[in-house]
């Protein structure tokens, strides 16, 4: 069992920065995989970014440049550093993570935390 707290989201304008927290408890020796997606009003849940405990990262192409995503020294922890962010950034985001059982992948979320870009 995995539980993920995220924070760090808010309101901000156009062109400005925000940086997400995320924060996992309970079996985190079992954790490998950290990433954050995220659900606009009205759309599917999408991929962000996602990073390996190895430090190899992924990001979808609508954030590329602009979103950086790390991970703390513990290893439980992720980040998500948004700059020059767009109105179509907005939505809630949740942090995510896989937990291998020995026989399936078990998948893991936060509560969300919204952001919102707007002037």
């Known amino acids: 069992q995995v539980q993920l707290v995220e924070s760090g989201g808010g309101l901000v304008q156009p062109g400005g920065s925000l940086r997400l927290s995320c924060a996992a408890s309970g079996s985190i020796f079992s954790i490998n995989a950290m990433g954050w997606y995220r659900q606009a009003p009205g759309k599917e849940r999408e991929l962000v970014a996602t990073i390996t405990s190895g430090g190899d990262t992924n990001y979808a192409d609508s954030v590329k440049g602009r979103f950086t995503i790390s991970r703390g020294n513990a290893k439980n922890t992720v980040y998500l550093q948004m700059n020059s962010l767009k109105p179509e950034d907005t939505a809630v985001y949740y942090c995510?993570?896989?937990?291998?059982?020995?026989?399936?992948?078990?998948?893991?979320w936060g509560q969300g935390t919204q952001v919102t870009v707007s002037s």
């Open positions: 995510h993570t896989p937990l291998y059982t020995g026989t399936r992948y078990i998948d893991y």
